[in-house]
């Protein structure tokens, strides 16, 4: 079955850019999405079909997806993006990477 | 405004089954396709399958075959997700999202399974 490879955690500076990394064979040629969850409340989509961010989202969301791996991007990192990440894409099933803890610190 | 709202938290025995239910509002239900998705206690997202109604389509999680069933009752505006022969290993929080043509936008609030003897 098709796997997402996430890092478990990224730690990040107020203000500066966090990356996250979702690792998959030929990724690129499936479209991903990415989630982010806070505790104890459901997910979000913040980036979808590669790159296009949900009405509602801040511009400092972006994504990108190319060869085995996608990448979300939050610019400028704020204290309220500190939350589980997911990635997600579409092989003969919807799959989920394993999640990476953004930490604002 | 869309909303999802799933039935209320359940225990259950091993062996039995269990009937999550999501009833949509704010839209038209047909029209967009419903996903299940679970969540263990201090783990990740686990994708289960979706259903959509018109057509009518179900895919399902390989591991899942066999022992999960999502029904819709579109007079009704809800969707169903049935699991059997839990096990401990089913408790999680469940949840439905509603399923667009490229994204998966609205989710509800999530149910709790518990599986205990």
């Known amino acids: 079955s098709y796997e997402l490879t996430q890092p478990p955690s990224v730690s990040v500076s107020p203000g500066q850019t966090a990356s996250i990394t979702c690792s998959g064979d030929?990724?690129?040629?499936?479209?991903v999405c990415w989630y982010q969850q806070k505790p104890g409340q459901s997910p979000v989509v913040v980036i979808y079909?590669?790159?296009k961010r949900p009405s509602g989202i801040p511009e400092r969301f972006s994504g990108s997806n190319s060869g085995n791996t996608a990448t979300l991007t939050i610019s400028g990192t704020q204290a309220m993006d500190e939350a589980d990440y997911y990635c997600?894409?579409?092989?003969?099933?919807?799959?989920f990477g394993g999640g990476t803890k953004l930490t604002v610190l | 405004q869309v909303q999802l709202v799933q039935s209320g938290a359940e225990v259950k025995k091993p062996g039995a089954s269990v009937k999550v239910s999501c009833k949509a509002s704010?839209?038209?239900?047909?029209?967009?396709?419903i996903s299940w998705v679970r969540q263990a206690p201090g783990q990740g997202l686990e994708w289960m399958g979706w259903?959509?109604?018109?057509?009518?389509?179900?895919n399902y999680a390989q591991k899942l075959q066999g022992r999960v069933t999502m029904t819709t009752d579109t007079s009704t505006s809800t969707a169903y997700m049935e699991l059997r022969s839990l096990t401990s290993d089913d408790t999680a929080v469940y949840y439905c999202?509603?399923?667009?043509?490229?994204?998966?936008?609205?989710w509800g609030q999530g149910t709790l399974v518990t599986v205990s003897s």
């Open positions: 999202a509603r399923v667009g043509s490229s994204l998966v936008d609205y």
């Open positions: 704010g839209y038209t239900f047909p029209s967009y396709g």
């Open positions: 259903i959509t109604t018109y057509p009518a389509y179900t």
């Open positions: 030929k990724l690129g040629d499936k479209y």
């Open positions: 079909q590669d790159n």
């Open positions: 997600q894409a579409w092989d003969s099933r919807r799959v």
